[in-house]
């Protein structure tokens, strides 16, 4: 079986941005996000966290629809990004 593909679409960048933007704009450390991450019942560590962030790893659905409640947005928020002033 071929090993899946890593690389991370335009989306995914945007969405790994986005997070990070909403992250700091709220004043969390990535521990402090992902610890609500956690409760929310998906479990993440700062290191998870960190590497969606950096794009290094792929945020799934279910780690999209828990950030977005974790961030107090929804998950389309965090698919469309930050608007460009």
Same mark, same amino acid.
């Given at each position: @079986?071929?090993?899946? =593909?890593?690389e991370i679409? =335009?989306?995914? @960048?945007?969405?790994?941005?986005? $997070?990070? $933007?909403?992250?700091?704009?709220?004043?969390?450390?990535?521990?402090?996000?992902?610890?609500?991450?956690?409760?929310?019942?998906?479990? @993440?560590?700062?290191? @998870?966290? =960190?590497? $969606?962030?950096?794009?290094?790893?792929?945020?799934?659905?279910?780690?999209?629809?828990a950030l977005?409640?974790?961030?107090?947005? =929804?998950?389309?928020?965090?698919?469309?990004? $930050?608007?460009?002033?």
């Open positions: @079986m071929a090993a899946r =593909s890593l679409g =335009s989306a995914g @960048m945007r969405t790994a941005r986005t $997070i990070e $933007i909403l992250r700091a704009e709220r004043g969390l450390a990535q521990r402090e996000l992902a610890t609500r991450v956690t409760a929310l019942g998906r479990p @993440m560590s700062n290191t @998870m966290l =960190s590497r $969606i962030e950096r794009a290094q790893r792929r945020c799934d659905v279910d780690d999209l629809v977005a409640q974790a961030l107090g947005v =929804s998950p389309l928020a965090l698919l469309q990004g $930050i608007p460009a002033e």
